[in-house]
Nanobody, 115 residues
């Protein structure tokens, strides 16, 4: 069983930055593929970024070049550095952990980009 707790969300002006953190409980964190997803009002949840156990990263086209996903296996934590934020980045951001056939979700953290 893995529990995920996100933090770091908030209100930021367009062009600003935020760093989200996702702390994972349990063992074998280094074996999990980790991801960040987001869900805006009245829209389906979408993939933002992923990082494999080996450190390979992948991004949605809409955030490529602005967001960076990273992980610290010693701290059981995955991060999402978000720069040059836009109003359309406003959403609840969720952390996800996968180790087939298991998958876990955090409770989400709100990110609002507005002037």
């Amino acid at each position: 069983q893995v529990q995920l707790v996100e933090s770091g969300g908030g209100l930021v002006q367009p062009g600003g930055s935020l760093r989200l953190s996702c702390a994972a409980s349990g063992s074998n964190f280094r074996l999990y593929a980790m991801g960040w997803y987001r869900q805006a009002p009245r829209k389906p949840r979408e993939l933002v970024a992923t990082i494999t156990s080996g450190g390979y990263t992948d991004y949605a086209e809409s955030v490529e070049g602005r967001f960076t996903i990273s992980r610290d296996n010693a701290k059981n934590t995955v991060y999402l550095q978000m720069n040059s934020l836009k109003p359309e980045d406003t959403a609840v951001y969720y952390c996800n952990a996968k180790l087939f056939p298991l998958a876990y979700w955090g409770q989400g953290t709100q990110v609002t980009v507005s002037s």
